[in-house]
């Protein structure tokens, strides 16, 4: 921060600073993200700064990803130089130099930054953005990030978000969804690269538009794409990302959106197969996934992709239980469970439902549920709905374990990823991975 050099003392500064442009930030949202409860919007901001680098767009689109939602404090540094701003620019607050502990501290709706030495600019209303300077990388907590990091006061603390450009956040993203691959199965890192800017354009429109209401795009888990700042960066596949920079899925000339699974089992599953109330699209079908050249799944290499699950007497109760919750029940209660059944199939041959005879009753779970309600002991979720019953023990006229084999992992829409290395591995290129996998697509640029 600012420092005065004769006493060694950090001041706080304001600095004052006017011309801001704003910025595009928007929010389409096709799965469900995270809300802090009475969350303020972040309003955009100045630019962010994007590095001039091979494969980087000129006018790239503007993420904004949630990092946390309600934390009590949020520790901020940086790599080098970088400041501390009132949204909008008008204040500059702080201004840092390198890697000395700060943190934004929320009070009653207000926002304060301070020091581990005592200092600490008045309470205001924010947001604050921490923006670096040079070239500079922000650190919150333990990551570093590219962008910019903006502090919104909510009623449950300090919600956290990273604005960046999109072909920086899919740095973040891309290592995370799809293991690093040798230079060999580059393919599959460019379909991988191209599947998930389209999965993010869907939720960043372009063009100057207002912020969305929750202050975010994007959260940084599953629930949208893994993401980990710059730290989950690697040379290989920012290489890919570059070779692919602003290449998106369209069909009928529309960006689609484009999910993807880590294995598929054999053969992809449709949106209504894994997800309640989602509509199957065109570009979302059964497709087949065995090599014809070894009449095997392409994702066979996957390590998961050969699963069995046991459960004991107790976990199956437990089950009874959360279907019951899963299913609106007011009081769900466990219950002895004397039968499971698989009574039909989907398209692709996963379970459509499952059914628990118990005691009191037929307790039947949907395809859509049946992950999450069937969680082992140490409360993982099912690998998928590609399986079949292996092995039941009984007792006293109850079902004492169940064990289940199956194939895949994941929700097995769109792209499979490790069928995506296999096929890679046998010539494949990006467009014709993309093509099987999402039929009927093409591949061009979105902007």
């Known amino acids: 921060m600012t420092m005065d050099m004769r006493s060694g003392l950090r001041l706080l500064v304001p600095v004052l600073f006017g011309g801001v442009v704003m910025t595009s930030a928007a929010m389409v949202a096709c799965a469900p993200t995270g809300t802090a409860p009475g969350a303020p919007t972040p309003a955009a901001g100045p630019p962010v700064a994007r590095a001039e680098a091979p494969g980087r767009l000129a006018n790239d689109r503007v993420a904004l990803v949630s990092l946390s939602a309600r934390t009590r404090e949020a520790p901020v540094s940086a790599t080098g ?38 200092d600490a600019t008045p309470w205001r209303e924010g947001p604050f953005v921490a923006r670096p300077l040079d070239n500079a990388l922000l650190r919150y907590g333990t990551r570093r990030y590219r ?7 909510t009623d449950s603390g300090v919600m956290v978000v990273n604005r960046l450009p999109v072909e920086d956040y899919l740095r973040g993203v891309v290592p995370l969804e799809l293991p690093v691959r040798n230079p060999a199965e580059r393919a599959a890192l460019e379909a991988q690269a191209i599947a998930a800017r389209s999965y993010t354009y869907m939720r960043v429109p372009g063009g100057m538009v207002e912020a969305p209401v929750t202050g975010f795009n994007l959260v940084s888990t599953v629930q949208n794409q893994v993401y980990g700042g710059a730290d989950a960066e690697h040379p290989v596949v920012n290489e890919a990302i ?206």
């Not at 840092?96 to 581990?116: F, M, S």
């Not at 962008?147 to 006061?153: D, Q, S």
């Not at 199957?280 to 050249?293: F, G, S």
């Open 242 to 447: 570059d070779r692919t920079a602003g290449l998106v899925l369209r069909y009928n000339g529309l960006i689609v959106d484009a999910p993807y699974s880590s294995s598929c089992g054999g053969r992809s599953a449709t949106p209504s197969e894994a997800w309640k109330g989602a509509r199957d699209e065109p570009y979302l079908q059964n497709v087949d996934d065995i090599d014809p050249r070894t009449g095997t799944p392409y994702c066979d290499i996957s390590p998961r992709h050969h699963w069995h699950a046991e459960f004991d007497e107790g976990q199956l109760q437990e089950i009874v239980r959360r279907a019951q919750q899963a299913g609106g029940a007011a009081a769900p209660r466990p219950a002895a469970v004397r039968s499971f059944t698989v009574p039909g199939r989907s398209r692709s041959g996963r379970a459509a439902s499952v059914v628990l005879r118990t005691e009191r009753g037929d307790v039947t779970i949907e395809a859509r549920d049946i992950r999450a309600v069937m969680r082992d002991a140490r409360g993982a979720i099912l690998s998928s709905t590609y399986f079949s019953v292996e092995r039941e023990s009984r007792g006293g006229g109850r079902l004492r374990g169940l064990s289940l084999r199956g194939t895949g992992h994941g929700h097995g829409v769109g792209m499979c990823q490790w069928g995506a290395i296999g096929r890679a591995r046998a010539g494949a290129d990006a467009r014709e991975i993309l093509r099987h996998y999402y039929p009927g697509t093409v591949v061009g640029f979105a902007d």
């Open 147 to 153: 962008g910019e990091l903006v502090f919104t006061a």
């Open 81 to 118: 130089r970088w400041r501390i701003d009132e949204q909008g620019g008008r204040v500059q607050l702080v201004r840092g130099r390198g890697e000395e502990p700060w943190r934004i501290e929320q009070k009653n709706g207000l926002l304060r930054v301070a020091g581990d030495g005592g």
